[in-house]
């Protein structure tokens, strides 16, 4: 049996970490029997999640998750793509998880900090909240300077999320998915992203901006309801 430790549901999502829910979209997908926990990063060998478990054997990153479900278990997400749309596809991923997704980071680290809060820490003892989570904030706004992100002002990090998901709109096709009609690895990341913008409990100007695209509005709520659709109801111990 796979296990894998991610967030547990919060803000109205899957998971409030879009490569927890890439990776849980990937287990889904998989077909294999698997099983879903509550994580804990500190525990984590990266110091993060997710995390599978195989046998014992840990393995840490969501990409990392992904070509082990390959070489270890036959399955490839990408199995049906061309060397083209492979690459298409990790031009794709390296946009939202390397870029869009420290404008996503600002927009709740540094924008909305009581709702981020409460959704990473509310289990944490009250008296331990407030300052575990400021200790963490400086370390994200320092990650994000480090980054580059976080060098440039509210307005222009808006502008760059604007232009990052009006960029993932036009490379939608006409498929129910990027690349056709079966969904690949590029798929679970775009969902992932999109479950954190769209579907979370954050009025955020990337939000504002995602809502602006109707295709990715559509794609968003297709899988939501279609193949993602098995994770709404699979909280934390639930088996596969």
Known sequence: MLTL?????????????????????????????????????????????????????????????????????????????????????????????????????????????????????????????APIFAMVRRQIRRALHAQGMGRHSPAQIHAMGQEGLAALASLLGAGPYLFGDRPAGADTVLFGFLENVLAADLDTPLRVAARAQPALVAYHQRLRQGIAAPLLGRGPGARG
Request: positive net charge; glycine residues 6%; hydrophobic residues 45%.
């Open 5 to 129: 430790h991610v967030f547990a549901p919060a803000l109205n999502t899957i998971s409030p970490s879009p490569f927890s829910v890439k990776s849980l979209l990937l287990l889904e997908l998989s077909g294999l029997p698997w099983t879903r926990v509550t994580g804990d990063p500190r525990k984590a060998p990266l110091g993060k999640l997710p995390v599978l478990v195989d046998a014992g054997r840990a393995i840490p990153d969501s990409q990392a998750i992904q070509r082990h479900l390959a070489t270890a278990h036959g399955f490839d997400p990408d199995a049906h793509l061309d060397a083209h749309s492979r690459a298409m596809g990790e031009a794709i991923r390296h946009m939202i998880e390397d870029h869009l997704y420290w404008v996503l980071v600002h927009a709740r680290w540094i924008e909305q900090p009581q709702a981020t809060r409460a959704a990473f820490f509310g289990r944490v003892p009250a008296p331990l909240r």
